[in-house]
């Protein structure tokens, strides 16, 4: 079975519309590479950080295993998951799971930092730290991603670097509208 994440390798169905994350590669070679985006939302930190633990709320259908961000959710505390259900084919239940990653800190209104590869980083010899910092900003606060990955892909890492930009800038400016809803 295919599944809709995959299309990362390849940038299939990459097209962003212009969007209000700053992101870019930091830094890339074949052993890895850094990405950073940052956003400013109209919600004080401590708010900022709780809407972080709702990825279902924000996080891009497109880049799910089971095709709905609404099966994902994150416990935002050490040792927490971020991970996603696999309904059955009936969409009744659940046929499976797929942990994305680990959190490995937490500190409300200030940072969440989770351990995991992403997408199909999983299935190569990497290892990956997704850092959301949150700071106090006018109007509310900034939310600074930055991912780092390094290890082994088969493919190199330095070609991937600026897809995965793209996918994870695309995540933060999700979060961006859900934060501007208020909902």
């Keep these: 079975m295919a599944y809709p994440i995959k299309s990362i390798l390849t940038g299939a169905g990459m097209a962003l519309a212009a969007a209000p994350g700053q992101?870019?590669?930091v830094a890339s070679s074949d052993a890895g590479f850094v990405v950073q985006a940052s956003v400013d939302v109209a919600l004080a930190p401590d708010a900022a950080y709780a809407l972080l633990a709702e990825p279902g709320r924000w996080w891009n259908s497109a880049h799910t295993y089971s095709g709905d961000a609404r099966n994902m959710g994150l416990e935002a505390k050490a040792g927490g998951c971020f991970c996603e259900?696999?309904?059955?084919?009936?969409?009744?239940?659940?046929?499976?799971?797929?942990?994305h990653a680990r959190v490995i800190y937490a500190a409300p209104g200030q940072r969440l930092r989770l351990s995991g590869a992403l997408g199909p980083l999983q299935s190569e010899a990497v290892t990956g730290v997704l850092d959301?910092?949150?700071?106090?900003?006018?109007?509310?606060?900034?939310?600074?991603?930055?991912?780092s990955?390094?290890?082994?892909?088969?493919?190199?890492?330095?070609?991937?670097?600026?897809?995965?930009?793209?996918?994870?800038?695309?995540?933060l400016d999700g979060y961006k509208r859900a934060a501007d809803s208020k909902g």
């Design 23 to 25: 992101g870019g590669v």
């Design 85 to 99: 259900i696999l309904p059955d084919k009936g969409g009744q239940g659940s046929s499976g799971s797929i942990e």
């Design 132 to 147: 959301f910092a949150i700071a106090a900003a006018p109007g509310g606060s900034r939310v600074t991603l930055t991912y």
């Design 149 to 171: 990955v390094g290890g082994y892909m088969r493919a190199g890492l330095a070609p991937i670097a600026p897809i995965v930009d793209k996918v994870l800038v695309e995540q």
